[in-house]
T-cell receptor
Framework: RKEVEQDPGPFNVPEGATVAFNCTYS??????FFWYRQDCRKEPKLLMS???SGNEDGRFTAQLNRASQYISLLIRDSKLSDSATYLC??????????FGPGTRLSVLP | DAGVIQSPRHEVTEMGQEVTLRCKPI?????LFWYRQTMMRGLELLIYFNNNVPIDDSGMPEDRFSAKMPNASFSTLKIQPSEPRDSAVYFC???????????FGPGTRLLVL
């Protein structure tokens, strides 16, 4: 079983739609959690950290469920520029970052 | 500020040749990571260094791969001899221990013919 799992998609949604991604992780001792965004032929970049209490950054909301070992990302009012691959990342020991395979999102006009 | 710098950005080589990828982390960062990304396997951690010392190299595929970090501002990933299955994008990333964010370089696109 892979350490971090995501639905690869693609998720094809119209502009303005709300879309949600989930991610599950296997190591219950994992310490911190993140969502990264990767544009085509570019490097991954941090989108947001995921806190136990849930956190919001504009149109993006991230939530963590430690009991069920999953993380979610909600994007409201999606824009064309949101089209990218979204990588779920788990930090297991304070140093080692484990990346999920990514979920591809296409926002259509 | 300059981000993580990688060179070369693109490399095309023939099977059996030696390939050396280079990385300069962000100044002040003390952790450095080498990743490989392919369509089939996604982003895989190859090795990471903390304070120039290799901490975990369990992701290094085999003996053909080696990585060094002679000082805080430079690291190399070497493949010798290269094989077509090594074709991938190789990313270097750096962070400060305890920080939440890794910063990635632009990557080296390697094609082994």
């Amino acid at each position: 079983r892979k350490e971090v799992e995501q639905d690869p998609g693609p998720f094809n949604v119209p502009e303005g739609a709300t879309v949600a991604f989930n991610c599950t992780y296997s190591n219950s001792a994992s310490q911190s959690f993140f969502w990264y965004r990767q544009d085509c032929r570019k490097e991954p970049k941090l989108l947001m950290s995921v806190y136990s209490s849930g956190n919001e950054d504009g149109r993006f909301t991230a939530q963590l469920n430690r009991a069920s070992q999953y993380i979610s990302l909600l994007i409201r009012d999606s824009k064309l520029s949101d089209s990218a691959t979204y990588l779920c990342v788990v930090n297991e020991d304070g140093q080692n970052f484990v990346f999920g395979p990514g979920t591809r999102l296409s926002v259509l006009p | 500020d300059a981000g993580v710098i990688q060179s070369p950005r693109h490399e095309v080589t023939e099977m059996g040749q030696e390939v050396t990828l280079r990385c300069k982390p962000i100044s002040g960062h003390n952790s450095l990571f080498w990743y490989r990304q392919t369509m089939m396997r996604g982003l895989e951690l190859l090795i990471y260094f903390n304070n120039n010392v290799p901490i975990d190299d369990s992701g290094m595929p085999e003996d053909r791969f080696s990585a060094k970090m002679p000082n805080a501002s430079f690291s190399t990933l070497k493949i010798q001899p290269s094989e077509p299955r090594d074709s991938a994008v190789y990313f270097c990333a750096s962070s400060y221990t305890g920080a939440e964010t890794q910063y990635f370089g632009p990557g080296t696109r390697l094609l082994v013919l």
